[in-house]
């Protein structure tokens, strides 16, 4: 599957050594998002803040000279998949082979990326989960108020314009949420070696693909994969967005 993720990271560079700070945005695209590993890493999201964060040199046009900056990414799109890549094998120059880095990472099996957007994506995002939440409350009170005042007050007609709005499903879009689909792990100590494997949920159940054979496995099993050990690691995780019909006022 071709994953395409189009003008999907905002870069802001805020310069940490000058007295007035020296911004620049620029959009570029990109097909993945990184998950970085490190001695305090514990989940997949973490990772991922880490990787879209972070301290870089470059040429200061205030300074004239190299100057320490601060990298933050956002993302400005909800594309169809997510493809991430966790970021478990580095150089070992001593022994001359990408070394793999086994640190046990959960990953989520939904996955909520709000935080991560930025822009105009934040705001809608932002806005759009506010009136999700909020007239789905109104429309759970409202049912319950109007079941009440049937047994107590029947026969009196409801003339009140304040009434709790009726939702309406028109039309499918996404909160930010995500779903995981598809794992390939990883079982050895370095990139060279080892084996890799598939694993993809289809209609509701998991399967194990390694090369000819194919067999059915539990959810735990499948967040058995998140490392720690010499077992199947994952190494990249595909995620797909979950469309839904969103509820609005008539």
């Known amino acids: 599957t071709h994953i395409h993720t189009h003008r999907l990271v905002d870069e802001e560079l805020e310069g940490s050594d000058v007295t007035d700070p020296e911004e620049t945005i620029r959009t570029e695209n990109t097909r993945k998002l990184i998950v970085a590993i490190n001695v305090s890493t514990t989940n997949m999201f973490e990772g991922i803040r880490e990787n879209l964060k972070e301290r870089i040199q470059k040429r200061s046009n205030v300074l004239q000279r190299e100057a320490n900056f601060q990298r933050q990414c956002t993302l400005l799109e909800l594309p169809k998949y997510l493809f991430i890549r966790f970021n478990r094998f580095f150089w070992r120059s001593d ?12 990953f989520p099996f939904d996955l909520d990326i709000f935080e991560l957007t930025g822009g105009t994506l934040y705001k809608q995002l932002e806005k759009r989960r506010f009136q999700h939440s909020s007239i789905l ?7 319950v108020g109007t079941a009440v005042d049937t047994v107590e007050t029947k026969e009196t007609p409801d003339t009140d ?8 499903y028109i039309g499918i879009d996404s909160l930010g949420h995500y779903s995981l689909t598809g794992i390939i792990t990883h079982k050895g100590r370095n990139a060279d070696s080892g084996h890799y494997i598939a694993w993809v949920l289809t209609k509701d159940v998991w399967y ?11 959810p ?4 058995k994969l ?4 010499d077992w199947h690691t994952v190494y990249i995780a595909l995620y797909v967005r979950n469309d839904q019909f969103f509820a609005t006022t008539k």
């Open 95 to 106: 022994t001359s082979i990408k070394a793999k880095i086994v640190r046990r990472v959960v």
């Open 137 to 143: 409350k109104q429309s759970i009170g409202g049912a």
């Open 161 to 168: 314009d304040t009434a709790v709005p009726t939702p309406s």
């Open 208 to 218: 194990k693909y390694d090369d000819q054979t194919v067999i059915s496995v539990t």
């Open 220 to 223: 735990d099993e499948i967040a």
């Open 226 to 229: 998140c490392g720690g050990g």
